[in-house]
């Protein structure tokens, strides 16, 4: 860290200063829940002033590669989850996303339950209006960090099934449709990204404030043969979470 920044180059100083901890995390000099030396302590160690230093922290922080915490300091994050969400014939499940990306996917069941289907939900999966649906809602978590709050919606006759099942832990939803099945999400329908923000129940699940911007996914799953196979609605923590596109 004892690095001297370059004083009149063309990238700025606090510019510099922030490629140089973002790098230090990268390499897990600082490790995920560990905190960063203080702002003077940075300042010293390149040789800055404590506003550049104040300055780079606060881009990081934007980032979400850092969280400052009131009277206690700056944290580094745990690094971020890269998902491909628009999807033709390479969906990506959040357990495939969570081993792509070197994380351990767990899950924790939140509810199962019976919901009728809304008009849009309906007309997707090809059913009546008001027609049973078997709502999944889980806690999804990489490294035992909340990412997810996830609610998927199957057709009740056909996947009544998914009641008995074990679908907490390690376990993917998509593996499960599989092994009942022989379906699997092969493609994707609509899917839309939009911001919303947490409610309490969500934020408790998520450990967020209650207000916190989240991403609200919406993605109709498919199968191999194109035909409707579940939907899925997701509250996900934007600070934990990269999309690819």
Do not use: W
Request: charged share 25%; with cysteine.
């Amino acid at each position: 860290m004892n690095e001297k920044m370059t004083k009149g180059a063309a990238v700025p100083l606090y510019q510099q200063v922030m490629d140089n901890i973002r790098g230090e995390i990268e390499a897990g000099t600082y490790a995920p829940g560990s905190q960063i030396p203080t702002e003077l302590e940075l300042a010293e160690a390149y040789q800055v002033g404590r506003v550049t230093v104040r300055r780079a922290i606060e881009e990081l922080v934007y980032e979400g590669y850092l969280t400052k915490q009131q009277g206690r300091g700056t944290f580094v994050n745990a690094p971020k989850l890269v998902r491909k969400v628009r999807q033709e014939a390479d969906v990506q499940s959040f357990s495939e996303a969570c081993r792509v990306n070197g994380m351990r996917p767990t899950s924790r069941l939140v509810s199962r339950h019976v919901v009728p289907a809304s008009k849009e939900m309906a007309a997707f999966l090809g059913l009546e209006e008001g027609a049973d649906l078997l709502a999944v809602v889980r806690l999804r978590m990489a490294d035992g960090v909340p990412v997810m709050f996830e609610n998927n919606y199957f057709p009740y006759e056909e996947f009544k099934f998914l009641e008995q099942e074990n679908l907490g832990g390690s376990s993917s939803i998509f593996e499960v449709v599989r092994a009942h099945t022989g379906r699997y999400p092969e493609n994707s329908g609509d899917c839309t990204v939009e911001i919303a923000r947490a409610d309490q129940e969500t934020a408790s699940y998520l450990a967020v404030p209650a207000g916190e911007p989240l991403f609200f996914m919406k993605v109709d799953f498919l199968d191999g043969a194109g035909k409707p196979l579940f939907i899925g609605r997701q509250y996900i923590v934007g600070s934990r979470f990269i999309f690819s596109i």
